[in-house]
C-alpha cells in the first residue's frame, strides 16, 4: 500500500529562494537606514544594498521579507502610487517652493524650520532655523537661495500672512520683493493642501532624520542640523521621485536652469503728478 502513497509534490532546490545572508543583509541595512533617519522601504534598502555593492532582492521579495520578520511600521492605508497625477516642472528655477514647520527643541522650546525646495529636482535650495514664521526669517532664507542658485521664475508658498497675503487682500514683504524680481508668486488654493504635497512630504523627511538624533538645543544648533540634512538629502539619498531613483542633485546637474525673468518695471508716474511734484520742489528752492 505505500506504494500508492501519494508524493510529496515539493520541489528538491529551491534555486529562486532568498539565501539567509542575503536576508540577514536587507534586514541589517533596514536598521542601519532607520537608525540614521532615513527613509528604510523595501525602495531605499534596495538602493542602498545596490550601492553597497550587495546583491539587492526585487521590491516584493524584500516586502516579504520584512513582514516575516516583523520588521514593518505600521503605517495608515495609501493611496497606491499610479493613481496620483505628478506635476514636475521642465527645469531647474522653473518653480520654487517655500513652506515651514514648527519642531521641538530642548528645554521644550520650538523652532521654525523654512525650506526653499526646487520643484523639478527636489533639491533643498536653503533652509532656515528661526524663532517663527515671520516676515524677517522667509526673506532671509529666500534671500540665500537667490544667492546660491539665481533667480526663479515662480514661486509657489501657502496663503500664510509671511508668505503670501494676497487672498486676505494684503501685500506682504516677500511678494514685493519677489515682484520687483520679476517672479510670479502664486499660492495654493485655501483648503487645498494637495497643492503644496510636495513641501508637506519633505518636511516628514527631515523630520524623520531629526527624531534620529538628539534634540538641538538652540536655533543654531538646528541649523547646523539643518545644513548637514542638506548635504545628505541632496547628494547621498536617492529620491523615489525623481526619474531612476537619483539624487536632487544628480537632477539639478542633468539639465540646465531656467532663464531668469525680466526684473518689473519701475513704475512711472502720471504727468499731473510729476508736474505737481515739479511745482513744489520750485516753490522750495525760490522760497
Same mark, same amino acid.
Given at each position: ?37 532615513? =527613509? ?6 534596495? =538602493? ?27 503605517? $495608515? ?26 519642531? @521641538? ?6 523652532? /521654525?524650520?523654512?525650506?526653499?525646495? +526646487? &520643484? ?37 508658498? =501657502? ?16 511678494? +514685493? ?6 517672479? +510670479? ?7 487645498? $493642501?494637495? /497643492? ?14 531629526? &527624531? ?40 539639478? &546637474?542633468?539639465?540646465?536652469?531656467? @532663464?531668469?525673468?525680466? @526684473? ?24
Amino acid at each position: 500500500m505505500a506504494a500508492w502513497a501519494p508524493r510529496s509534490r515539493r520541489p528538491r532546490r529551491s534555486p529562486s529562494k532568498t539565501p539567509p545572508e542575503v536576508i540577514e543583509q536587507a534586514l541589517a541595512v533596514r536598521a542601519e537606514l532607520k537608525k540614521a533617519g532615513l =527613509d528604510h522601504g523595501p525602495l531605499s534598502v534596495m =538602493d542602498k544594498m545596490t550601492a553597497l555593492g550587495l546583491p539587492a532582492p526585487s521590491r516584493a521579495t524584500l516586502a516579504r521579507i520584512f513582514l516575516k520578520a516583523g520588521a514593518v511600521d505600521p503605517e $495608515p492605508r495609501k493611496r497606491p502610487r499610479a493613481s496620483y497625477r505628478r506635476f514636475v516642472y521642465p527645469a531647474p528655477n522653473c518653480l520654487w517652493q517655500l513652506d515651514g514647520f514648527t519642531y @521641538p527643541l530642548a528645554g521644550g522650546r520650538e523652532g /521654525t524650520i523654512l525650506q526653499v525646495v +526646487d &520643484d523639478h529636482s527636489r533639491m533643498i535650495l536653503a533652509s532656515l532655523a528661526a524663532a517663527g514664521e515671520t516676515s524677517e526669517a522667509v526673506l532671509a532664507v529666500v534671500r540665500t537661495a537667490i544667492a546660491r542658485h539665481g533667480i526663479p521664475q515662480r514661486f509657489l508658498s =501657502d496663503n500664510g500672512v509671511a508668505l503670501n497675503p494676497t487672498r486676505r487682500k494684503r501685500r506682504g514683504q516677500l511678494v +514685493d520683493y519677489l515682484t520687483r524680481l520679476g517672479v +510670479d508668486t502664486i499660492t495654493g488654493k485655501p483648503g487645498k $493642501p494637495t /497643492t503644496q504635497g510636495k513641501s508637506e512630504r519633505h518636511h516628514r523627511t527631515t523630520a524623520l532624520w531629526l &527624531d534620529a538624533r538628539e534634540l538641538a538645543a538652540d536655533l543654531p544648533h538646528m541649523q547646523q542640523l539643518l545644513e548637514e540634512f542638506e548635504v545628505v538629502y541632496n547628494t547621498q539619498r536617492p529620491h523615489q521621485a525623481l526619474p531612476g531613483r537619483i539624487t536632487p542633485r544628480q537632477a539639478w &546637474d542633468a539639465t540646465p536652469k531656467a @532663464p531668469e525673468p525680466e @526684473p518689473a518695471p519701475e513704475p512711472i508716474p502720471d504727468a499731473p503728478a510729476l508736474a505737481k511734484a515739479e511745482g513744489q520742489a520750485t516753490r522750495v528752492v525760490t522760497a
